[in-house]
């Protein structure tokens, strides 16, 4: 992916100071060279940062104490992108977070302008997702919820592309944080996807195949199930058919010779013309059931209605209570403002206290409001009647009605009770009545069980059909292909690497490596042998086998149609095996370079030419940042370098005015 970067920006705590801003050129080898504790260190940390990490890193006291916001922006294909965070304080992190887009960047002078337009650093990481075109679809194909395996994220792609201090000549670690267990193992899983061995499209499929192979076996199970007990089906079909002929439901006897479809066909049927009212007529009951008919449907009419007095009964009984607690509470706030009245009534003109004699003029309006009151109090309670005479009318009309309606329904109750006590006729009815209900309920619960469960031949087709997609699916995503193409992918890794070892200063220079998925480390294979990255000595050899591998993959990244790796690649301190800084120095000690003897010179050099020529195959679509204590006596002369800076002296990441307020 074209993402490199352009510009990092720093802006002041202080207000009064512009950000400090460090240009870099793209598809070059950027170099920021300085001395010791200049900040050449945090500028992996403040690139990882403004692209999402987690936890801050970037070194405390004189950076963060001196910082507001720390941003950087990259060139991509789609124009420049500016991406700041927020300094978080004394927390792990912050989400405030700033971004800009455009075909070329206004870059915000002063903090107001980033604070009225911020986001927050959850929608920058989807933005970056998107922009990287990562898939959606996580690694969990099976649903097993297992740990690593959710989608890949653009924070998974940090491994590729810092190589800091800690790292770069490290013998047991390969990639950024590839030294913890989650990184670890998160980086293990998404490997092939980045090597488009395991591509969106085939993500997508394996879940296919994942949902398709469940189904099948579900539909399989079903039709094993419809084969071994279709026999079973046949006779309780034919066990229905005959009892709604013995209930009168089908007026033909059922022939022995009916097939399935033609007896679910007839059941449906009776389902479909059934209804809740029985089909009673002059010639097959008595008059006698007549009345009993019309009795229930009376029954049910008057309950009704007493229902509907009862509830009315309720009701106007909750009225009128609330209305004698609404008239007792008026009482209980008159009898207690009575005592103003009588303070009213007792003080003289000049306002003095009938109890002490002390004058009461700074009491006169409490007293005044309490009298008020309680005359608006008299008024309410005065004006308030517990319940209209219209209501009392109304609520003994109500409770006769219910007397009335209990005496009709008991009437028809005591009718109802003879005439089944005498009616053997009727008793029989209602009885069929119940049973036919209950029949024609089971009988719509089952018709759904025989017509989906009996239709062998679309069962049959829906399983072969699965079958055909499965065995279609499992070709183009095999196992095999996969670990086929995850190889060939290593091997082109392996080829650029190779290239590239004979130019840089290893013992081994002609030894075939490889890069190895599953212990996320080198293997060079010897004669008799395969020794790992950390069985082999010095610290040359480990910063050799670092620059190949890691330039190495970024060069088949480029060969890619679509890599969501971003095209920049960042190291600091590769000459320190070679420099080495001093263990400790006095206080009052300067820091002086040590002096750096030719073949130390020659080694850095061989690194930098590597650099070189990867950055020029590239044409321009790599981007090598290097932070070094190397001065340009030693790379000056080497083509396709960019100086950003060097910091020596007061010359510093953080510019010396900013700390001296």
Known sequence: MYFQIKEIILWPKNSSYKPRRLPFS???????????????????????????????????????????????????????????????????????????????????????????????????????????????????????????????????LMAFIFQPQNIVANPNVLFYKADTYEHREKLRTIFPYVLSAVTPQLLARQHELAQLQKELKRKQHELTTVSQVSAQWMAEIQARASEARELGLIKEPVSPTATREQLIEMLNEIVQSFSDEIHVTTETISEAVDELVNLQKEESSVSLELSGLRQRLAEMSTLKESTKEYEGALQVQRDRLKLSEWLQKTHDQNHNCPVCGNSLHSATEQLSALFNSLKEIERTAGGFSSVPVAFDREFERVKAEIRIVTEKLRGIKIRRDALEKSSGEAKQRQYDSLKVSRYIGNLEQSLQTYTRLGRDGELELEVEELQNRVSELEQEISEGQIKAKTQRALNAVKVNAGKLMPELDAERPNDPIALSIDNLTITVEGVDREDYLWEIGSGANWLSYHIAVSLGLHQFFLTLSQSPVPAFIVYDQPSQVYFPKKLAIRKDEPDVEPDFKDEDVEAVQKVFKVFSNVVENSKGALQIIVLDHAAENVWGNIRNVNLVDEWRGDRKLVPIEWLST
């Not at 598809?27 to 987690?54: F, Q, V």
């Not at 405030?96 to 650093?121: C, H, S, W, Y």
């Not at 990287?132 to 989608?151: M, Q, S, V």
């Open 26 to 156: 793209v598809g070059k080898i950027n170099i920021i060279s300085g001395a010791s504790k200049t900040g050449k260190s945090a500028i992996i940390p403040i690139i990882d940062y403004c692209l999402g990490s987690e936890k801050c890193t970037i070194p405390v006291n004189t950076i963060r104490n001196a910082c507001e916001w720390f941003g950087i922006i990259v060139q991509t294909t789609s124009g420049e992108k500016l991406f700041a965070r927020r300094e978080p304080g004394s927390q792990k992190a912050t989400g405030d977070m700033f971004v800009l887009e455009g075909l070329q960047i206004q870059v915000p002078e002063r903090i107001e302008a980033i604070e009225a337009k911020k986001t927050n650093v959850d929608l920058v990481k989807r933005s970056l997702d998107e922009l990287a075109g990562l898939t959606t679809l996580d690694f969990d194909i099976k649903g097993l919820n297992a740990g690593f395996t959710r989608r890949p994220s653009f924070r998974d």
